[in-house]
């Protein structure tokens, strides 16, 4: 099968399997099995975060992301087969979950990619995920649209106004209620 024959293919299992998915994600799945089995990556759409963490996750667990002259380089484990190396049913058993599971069930990997690699035509909510948490780690309110600067003893990575968002706090609550019953 050629580049465009399996394009095409790969975008319709996604269109049937995932039909209420984001457009963006299906586009990155029929991006990202071609190129696992052809090894060329290309298509009018991306490289999305998504398309990129296919690509990241061929370095299996003990792979390294490394920096040659500004270029991020990644060093595959040798467990997985690489690009090209595909056979088509295995790349849609592997790019699937990747490309339609949760945003917070990759969500270091995400945040790592967005700090390496240029990336496009994202889907709202991988963006919002990655927006959070980089916010987060910044000790700024993860509440969207609260530029609040956290202190740094503050655990609930909320600010006061929006402490009440923090999932502690809402255990906290609840055990409160709990012992009033
Ligand atoms: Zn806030």
């Known amino acids: 099968m050629d580049w465009s024959t399996i394009h095409a293919d790969a975008g319709g299992w996604a269109r049937s399997h995932h039909t209420t998915s984001d457009p963006n994600h299906r586009k990155a799945f029929a991006n990202a099995v071609t190129y696992l ?3 060329a990556s290309g298509g009018s759409h991306g ?3 998504r398309e990129h963490l296919v690509s990241w996750s061929l370095m299996g667990i003990g792979g390294k992301i490394g920096d040659f002259d500004g270029l991020t380089v990644l060093y595959p484990d040798g467990t997985l087969p690489r690009a090209g190396q595909w056979d088509y049913d295995d790349a849609i058993a592997f790019a ?4 339609f599971d949760s945003p917070e069930k990759f969500l270091i990997q995400l945040v790592q990619i967005s700090a390496h690699e240029h990336h496009f035509d994202d889907a709202e909510v991988d963006i919002t995920a990655v927006k ?3 916010r987060a780690k910044a000790g ?3 509440s969207p649209g609260c530029n609040r600067c956290l202190h740094k003893a503050n655990k609930t990575g909320y600010c ?5 968002l923090s999932p502690r706090q809402k255990e906290a609550v609840m055990r409160a209620k709990g012992k009033s019953v």
Request: proline fraction near 10%; glycine fraction near 4%.
């Open 37 to 39: 089995v052809t090894g």
């Open 47 to 49: 490289p999305s975060l």
């Open 96 to 99: 699937a979950p990747l490309c």
């Open 132 to 134: 959070k948490a980089v």
């Open 140 to 142: 700024i309110c993860k």
């Open 160 to 164: 006061k106004n929006h402490r009440h």
